[in-house]
């Protein structure tokens, strides 16, 4: 009995195992880190040296040039605000949404359950397309306005499906019973039992949706002037403008303009990045600690 308890993977010592497992994590973990940091060394470093494969672990050239074009854009604080209020508003709603329509669909005795779950997931994989989308927002008089971003497509059915599974497997019928039997209506219910008790997968959502808000310029691009742009809209257009000094090549020979556009294309991804590596340690535990509840069990 003994013997076997100090036995791990397909028989090994748990010491060999343990070692086993710490090498495999460390080496995926250099491998998703890895492209992060050649990032930032890239952009920090001589683009015609990187090109050469010369800044493989170490800065070649050190230059700040790059972050020096793209901080000195004015557009860029009022990008930064724009996301913020964006991704802040955006992310409240969207997990209320999803919370006031997974907890229905949750109740195995709502009526018609299944004919609205078929409803909801038909939208998964069907859609009307960017132009009639366009279209139903401009009708709606929702263009220029902060509100196109959230409207449309502010519930995922995906993320619908998880929080409804969890409300289903992890919060305990009996709990709701007793609070029924108390005089607790449905809406008294849901804020004071189910919600305390779903924080874990609530956590889950809330960095899924402030990393999608943060992330997305496509919509803004669309829908919003350049008044509204979110961080990282303008930071395309940062790259976009720099490109187009290459071809200009406006009091600098193109060769040194190239390499400023080089530089701030390797910035601009760091840049825009930065909030969300800054902010995800933070939240970390709560998410992992979301995914292990809602996890299956043996």
């Not at 250099?30 to 990187?50: E, F, T």
């Not at 997974?102 to 005795?109: E, F, N, R, T």
């Not at 849901?190 to 943060?214: D, T």
Request: with cysteine; hydrophobic share 50%.
């Amino acid at each position: 009995m003994n013997a076997k308890s100090k036995t791990g993977l397909h028989g090994m010592s748990d010491k060999t195992s343990d070692i086993v497992l710490v090498v495999l994590c460390s080496l995926i973990m250099l491998i998703i880190a890895y492209p992060l940091y050649y990032v930032i060394i890239a952009s920090v470093s001589d683009p015609y040296d990187v090109y050469a494969g010369k800044t493989f672990l170490l800065p070649s050239q050190f230059t700040l040039e790059g972050y020096q074009t793209v901080f000195a854009n004015k557009d860029l604080l009022t990008g930064f605000l724009n996301s913020v209020k964006y991704t802040v508003v955006g992310t409240l709603y969207s997990v209320i949404m999803i919370y006031i329509t997974a907890y229905p669909l949750s109740k195995k005795d709502l009526p018609g359950r299944k004919l609205i779950s078929i409803f909801f997931i038909i939208t998964m994989y069907f859609g009307g397309g960017l132009i009639p989308t366009y279209l139903v927002v401009r009708d709606t008089g929702l263009l220029n306005n902060m509100w196109a971003l959230f409207l449309p497509g502010g519930v995922a059915m995906g993320n619908v499906i998880i929080v409804r599974n969890y409300f289903e497997n992890n919060i305990p019928k009996e709990m709701i019973e007793a609070a029924e039997i108390d005089g607790c209506d449905n809406l008294t219910t849901f804020l004071r039992i189910v919600v305390p008790l779903s924080k874990p997968i609530m956590a889950v959502m809330v960095v899924f949706s402030m990393v999608a808000y943060w992330n997305d310029w496509f919509t803004a691009l669309i829908y919003l002037n350049k008044a509204q742009a979110p961080f990282p809209l303008v930071m395309r257009g940062i790259v976009i403008t720099t490109e187009g000094l290459a071809s200009m090549t406006s009091g600098m020979s193109y060769a040194e303009a190239n390499r400023i556009a080089e530089l701030v294309k390797f910035a601009s991804m760091f840049v825009a990045a930065a909030p969300m590596l800054i902010i995800y340690p933070f939240v970390q535990k709560y998410f992992e600690q979301g995914f292990m509840t809602g996890a299956v069990k043996g």
